[in-house]
Structures are given as structure tokens and as C-alpha cells.
């Protein structure tokens, strides 16, 4: 019996018909760049990255696992959306980006193949996007050797989030396409907690991320009411 795919058709092919964008810093991805250098700033001050395996989890054409591998980790991306693995492949060729793979798989099939395989997993912006956030949870605590990290970002479902992330973003400021978020698929952070508490992972950090439209510049914050990172740790 195949085991369904925890995967909405429509998100992947919505990432899927802006493939050709991701590593244009002025495109729909503009805001993934613009905060790639502050995630990035804040996992490998928690956690050494360099000698590291990691595992990014819906990379997506690669913006944040191509980073992690310039910092000496030897790094894997898995997505569901072909044509982003494509770009994210093409751009390591072209960039020479060293110690970096692409698979398309899902996490939850990799976590039965390679089970506490990796020293870090990040999944950035992507909960909020599958049908069963907790199953891709529970996968990312499978895949982590026991001590390690594992990064999650997402967006809060508040009120705030839904004005700032939603209206502001996508139908004010046209920062992002329109219905590239749903206010019913948003997490809480205790949600989150949760969902990481249940998978035996242990919350060790949390950040919130800031947008100032005056400035147009992004900020860490302990204000997780709209975008927020959880930095997790394996313990057993």
C-alpha cells in the first residue's frame, strides 16, 4: 500500500511556477533573502555549523542550504517541487557550492530510510504549508542524531500575523503573491511546542522576526506574534 504523500498538490505547484525566481533577490522571493542572513546568523550562533550534516527540509530552490553549506556543513535539501530542486541543483553547479545535495523526497520517507542520520535539520517556512504540520514534525525529530538540533520557523495564527503577513504583505505591499498564505494553516508557538514536546524534542530558543516597511529591513526580535523561530534539541 503507497503511503500518501503529506503534500498539497496546490503548494507545490504554486512554488513550482515561480522555480525560475528563487535566486532573484528583487523577485516574490525578496523577503527569503532578505531574511536568509539573519536565520542564518542565528542557527550557527547556536549551534557550530561547520563539519555539521545537515538536512533542510523544504529547501525550495536552496537560498538557506546553500548558506549552510558555505559555512562547512555538509548539507542535503529535500522538497517535493521538482522544478525548485532544479533550480536549487542548477544554481550549486553554477556557484560551485561545495559539500551540498538535492533529493526529492518527503521528510517523512526519508526519516524511515535514514533514521537519527543528521547533527542539524532546519525546516523554515514550510509547516504552513503541508496538510499534516505534526507528521513532518514528528519526521524531523526521527531524522536528528540524539543531541542534535533542529530549527523551525513559521507563522504565528494571530490577528496581528493575519494584518501584517496577509493584508500588509500580500495585497498592501505586494511583497509576496497573493494566497501565498493561509490564515487556517498558521501555527501557534504553543501549538509548535507542543507538536516538538511530543516528538522529544525540547525547546531550547525562540525569535521572533520583524519587518519594518519605513526601513524595508528585517529584525530578530523576542516578538513571536507574527513570524517566528523555534530552535530545538534532541536529548534521548
Avoid at 7 to 18: C, H, M, T, V
Avoid at 23 to 30: L, V
Avoid at 95 to 100: D, H, L, S
Avoid at 211 to 225: E, G, K, V
Wanted: charged share 20%; proline share 5%; glycine share 6%.
Amino acid at each position: 500500500m503507497t503511503e500518501a504523500l503529506n503534500a498539497d498538490p496546490a503548494e507545490l505547484a504554486k512554488f513550482s511556477d515561480l522555480a525560475h525566481h528563487w535566486w532573484d533577490p528583487e523577485s516574490e522571493f525578496r523577503p527569503l533573502h532578505q531574511i536568509n542572513p539573519l536565520r542564518l546568523g542565528w542557527i550557527s550562533s547556536i549551534v557550530g555549523l561547520d563539519q555539521q550534516r545537515v538536512l533542510d527540509v523544504g529547501c525550495g530552490g536552496g537560498i538557506l542550504a546553500d548558506s549552510i553549506a558555505r559555512k562547512g556543513a555538509d548539507v542535503t535539501g529535500i522538497d517535493l517541487a521538482s522544478k525548485s530542486l532544479r533550480v536549487a541543483q542548477l544554481h550549486a553547479l553554477e556557484t560551485g557550492t561545495p559539500n551540498i545535495q538535492y533529493r526529492e523526497v518527503s521528510v517523512e520517507t526519508l526519516a524511515q530510510e535514514t533514521p537519527e542520520s543528521f547533527d542539524v535539520v532546519t525546516c523554515m517556512e514550510m509547516l504552513e504549508h503541508v496538510p499534516d504540520p505534526n507528521s513532518v514534525v514528528q519526521a524531523c525529530a526521527k531524522l536528528v542524531k540524539p543531541g542534535g538540533w533542529v530549527f523551525f520557523s513559521t507563522l504565528h495564527r494571530s490577528a496581528k500575523a493575519f494584518m501584517l503577513a496577509i493584508v500588509g504583505a500580500e495585497y498592501v505591499l505586494n511583497m509576496l503573491p497573493r494566497g501565498t498564505h493561509e490564515y487556517d494553516k498558521m501555527i501557534r508557538p504553543s501549538e509548535l511546542a507542543s507538536s516538538c514536546r511530543g516528538a522529544g524534542l525540547d525547546v531550547i530558543h525562540t525569535r521572533g522576526l520583524e519587518y519594518n516597511p519605513i526601513t524595508q529591513r528585517y529584525s530578530l526580535t523576542s516578538d513571536t506574534s507574527v513570524n517566528y523561530m523555534l530552535a530545538t534539541r534532541k536529548f534521548s
